[in-house]
Structures are given as C-alpha cells and as structure tokens.
C-alpha cells in the first residue's frame, strides 16, 4: 500500500495541521508497518504555476509536443505520476481565507489534466483517479460549527468538486476549530477530539487498502 502524504501550510513548527498529519501517518504505520510513504510537503516544493506553454502543451497531443512543451510539463507530469501511484492521500490542511492555500490550488492545476487524471467522453468527463481514498485533516483559525460560519466554508466543496472530476469520490473530513482566535483550553479541546477521530478513522480505513 502507498500513501501520498501532503502538508500545505506555510508555517513549520507552529502548523497544527502539519502535526495532525504526522500523527494519521503514525496511527497508519501502526496499522500497517509495511505502507509505504510519499511525502510531499508543497511549502518547501510549491509547483510553478501554469504558463500558457503549459496550457498549450496540455492541450496538444503527446507525439506532437514541441521540447519546449514537454520540458514545461516535468513537473506536472511528476506530481501526476505520484497521485496515480497512491492508494491513498492524506492531507493536511489549513484553511486560509475560507478555502485552500494558494500553494495546494498550485498543486491541483498541475495535476488536473487532460488524458492522464481525466478525459473526455462524448460531452461528458470521465475522472481516471478511480479507486483512491483522501482524508484531508482541516484546521479552521475560528469555530466553524455554528449557522453565522458555516456558510463561508469554501474548502470542502471545493475540494469534493475537484477530486471527484478527476475520479476520487471517497472523501474524509477531519476539520478542526478554532485553532487559532480562541481562548487556549477551547482550542486544546478541538486538536484533542481531532486526535481522537485522527486515531478512529486511520485504524479503521487500513486494512481495507492493506495489499
């Protein structure tokens, strides 16, 4: 069993959401000593973003990419290369403005591509990640779980919509809040029931993928 492992937050030490990753792929090898780990932390490796050779070489049949094209699309054909491979993602994940960060949107216009994460059938799109689970753990600066926020939640639809046209329908949330704006017992609340459910699922959804 592979795992991509992905950390998208700016900051180092002071990430919980950084740390609440670690800890799934620590309950996960629990389960599974013999999973195999492919980390990627997107701060440190953020992907360019796309250029319009880019674009244009995306869009242009392989056997006639120009190098220029082919060179443009290295890394993208890399990252594409690391998600086919993974049985499983696990993200963690801070939620910045209301949605993802800026470096993460990076990684998902690199690997959103035509014929090689989805194609077209007819008029109608086909995602080619099939058969993939994704736990993205979701820190949130202030308390989502109440009508006056909930609302501005950006994050999760987003993400179902693009992992599910690209074929990656099994989806887990773990979101955490307020980690941030809050009194500290309040927040140490929040990262210890997140601990609990982080322990829960990655013990639970395992052996299902275990090969």
Do not use: C, W
């Not at 980390?39 to 190098?67: C, Q, V």
């Not at 054909?77 to 800026?102: C, H, Q, T, W």
Request: charged share 25%; no cysteine; proline share 4%.
């Amino acid at each position: 069993m592979k795992v991509l492992h992905i950390d998208s937050s700016v900051r180092q030490d002071r990430s919980v959401s950084k740390e609440l990753s670690a800890l799934f792929i620590e309950e996960l090898k629990g389960v599974n000593e013999r999973a195999e780990i492919d980390y990627l932390d997107l701060a440190e490796h953020t992907p360019e973003h796309p250029s319009a050779l880019f674009i244009k070489g995306n869009y242009t049949i392989e056997s006639e990419r120009t190098p220029e094209m082919v060179a443009e699309l290295v890394e993208s054909e890399k990252l594409v290369d690391r998600m086919l491979a993974a049985d499983a993602i696990v993200i963690g994940m801070p939620m910045y403005n209301f949605s993802v960060p800026s470096i993460f949107k990076a990684f998902i216009d690199n690997i959103v591509r035509i014929n090689r994460t989805f194609k077209m059938v007819g008029n109608s799109v086909e995602g080619l990640l099939t058969n993939k689970k994704v736990v993205v753990i979701n820190t949130r600066g202030v308390d989502f779980n109440n009508d006056n926020m909930d609302h501005m939640d950006q994050l999760r639809p987003y993400l179902k919509a693009i992992f599910g046209f690209i074929g990656i329908t099994d989806l887990t949330f773990i979101n955490v809040s307020p980690v941030q704006f809050s009194e500290a017992e309040t927040r140490e609340k929040a990262i210890s029931k997140a601990k609990e459910e982080i322990r829960h699922i990655a013990t639970n959804f395992i052996p299902n993928l275990a090969r």
